[in-house]
């Protein structure tokens, strides 16, 4: 079965700063790895995704992840927050089998301090 | 351009009252189906999903069922709604075949159960 964790509910940043969520997942087969994000009362939209090769994915908004199979992990970075990526993000894991089912995390709510 | 509709957008009903939310996507054949719930504060959970007409996976036992009457038509119903049915329901697909697992999201539907 698979499974998502993401550490940390909540993230606080200042405007300018490093942001990172961390995500770590449990797969029994290869994975398909994916960062969304939800602003309020909306849909989720993709920022990102790994399916295969290259381990350093980017995205949209300057967001960017990193596939560490050794790690079971699937970080999302920017460099520099703006206040407009105040959001709740999602990493989410595929194993492309059996209808294709997404397993999502619990979500991290990403906050920006001016 | 695929385009996917989810309605209502938001209901209010009470307590054993029955429910139904619709879900249609356009511009696409044959896509795999999803409906989502998200309780405050929570990650998303996996209720249903579809690869084919009349084709449905229920991934968690519960008051709520799910049919695919055409090929580009989800519903979810219950006849009974529970208080622990309220949240945010959304609907997503995916190409059915040939595809990298990436989900497009309905905007959602805000259910309050009373």
């Known amino acids: 079965a698979q499974s998502v964790t993401q550490l940390g509910s909540h993230v606080s940043v200042s405007e300018g700063a490093l942001v990172l969520l961390r995500c770590n997942y449990s797969s029994s087969v290869p994975p398909y790895l994916f960062w969304y994000v939800q602003y309020p009362n909306q849909g989720l939209q993709l920022l990102l995704k790994y399916t295969t090769g290259a381990t350093l994915v980017k995205g949209i908004n300057g967001f960017e992840a990193e596939f560490k199979k050794s790690e079971t992990s699937f970080h999302l970075t920017k460099p520099s927050a703006h206040m407009s990526d105040a959001a709740e993000y999602f990493c989410a894991v595929s194993d492309m089998t059996g209808g294709f089912k997404t397993i999502f995390g619990a979500g991290t709510r990403l906050f920006v301090k001016a | 351009s695929q385009t996917i509709h989810q309605w209502p957008a938001t209901l209010v009903q009470p307590v054993g009252s029955p429910l139904s939310l619709e879900c249609t996507v356009e511009?696409?054949?044959?896509?795999?189906l999803y409906w989502y719930r998200q309780a405050a504060g929570r990650g998303l959970q996996l209720l249903f999903y579809?690869?084919?007409?009349?084709?449905i996976s229920s991934e968690v036992p519960q008051n709520l069922s799910a049919s695919r009457p055409q090929d580009r038509q989800f519903i979810l119903s219950s006849k009974k709604l529970l208080l622990s049915d309220s949240g945010f329901y959304l609907c997503a697909w995916t190409v059915g075949t040939g595809h990298t697992g990436e989900l497009f999201f309905g905007e959602g539907s805000r259910l309050t159960v009373l």
């Open positions: 579809s690869v084919g007409i009349g084709q």
């Open positions: 511009g696409t054949s044959n896509p795999n």
